[in-house]
T-cell receptor
Framework: KQEVTQIPAALSVPEGENLVLNCSFTDSAIYNLQWFRQDPGKGLTSLLLIQSSQREQTSGRLNASLDKSSGRSTLYIAASQPGDSATYLCAPGGGADGLTFGKGTHLIIQP | NAGVTQTPKFRILKIGQSMTLQCTQDMNHNYMYWYRQDPGMGLKLIYYSVGAGITDKGEVPNGYNVSRSTTEDFPLRLELAAPSQTSVYFC???????????FGPGTRLTVL
């Protein structure tokens, strides 16, 4: 059974800092890994999708890396802004039976 | 495209009542999923479907039923609601397993 751990569980930093959110998973037999953002009381917004054959994906100030063999992914946020405050969820999977989610990293960016 | 839509947004049930959570997608996706999210926890898969007429259990299927008669709709049925089913329910869809999953806004259910 896939187990997903996200570290840290919570993070509060001043605006402008560069951040690294970590995700580890136990079963490396995945098709892809998605990073999502969840705002309080809202649904999930897909940020980045990394296929199992890829090492990283970039979108604006976000960069996600994947090391499938070691069961690790990182989400790098450059020049953080207060609007980045949210919970970030890591979800490996991509097979027909869906994704497995971590508990998330709750991020607060202080103005 | 509206994407993935869910109704209702909120619902309060009494113990033992039943209800159906509706999910519709307009992206012609074959794969659809139901997840639940308890406070402070990650999402857990309840049921999924790889096409009309095909459904399968996820990690936490007990107390729920699904059907998939069309590509667009994937309703989740709760029979004999219990307090343990208090949660936020998310429906998702994707065009293929390895593709991006798109999520609906969720249904917040409270069972008292």
């Amino acid at each position: 059974k896939q187990e997903v751990t996200q570290i840290p569980a919570a993070l509060s930093v001043p605006e402008g800092e560069n951040l690294v959110l970590n995700c580890s998973f136990t079963d490396s037999a995945i098709y892809n890994l998605q990073w999502f953002r969840q705002d309080p009381g809202k649904g999930l917004t897909s940020l980045l999708l990394i296929q199992s054959s890829q090492r990283e994906q970039t979108s604006g100030r976000l960069n996600a890396s994947l090391d499938k063999s070691s069961g690790r992914s990182t989400l790098y946020i450059a020049a953080s802004q207060p609007g980045d405050s949210a919970t970030y969820l890591c979800a490996p999977g991509g097979g027909a039976d869906g994704l497995t989610f971590g508990k998330g990293t709750h991020l607060i960016i202080q103005p | 495209n509206a994407g993935v839509t869910q109704t209702p947004k909120f619902r309060i049930l009494k113990i033992g009542q039943s209800m159906t959570l509706q999910c519709t997608q307009d992206m012609n996706h074959n794969y659809m999923y139901w997840y639940r999210q308890d406070p402070g926890m990650g999402l857990k898969l309840i049921y999924y479907s790889v096409g009309a007429g095909i459904t399968d259990k996820g990690e936490v299927p007990n107390g729920y039923n699904v059907s998939r008669s069309t590509t667009e709709d994937f309703p989740l049925r709760l029979e004999l609601a219990a307090p343990s089913q208090t949660s936020v329910y998310f429906c998702a869809s994707t065009g293929g397993g390895p593709d991006t999953q798109y999520f609906g806004p969720g249904t917040r259910l409270t069972v008292l």
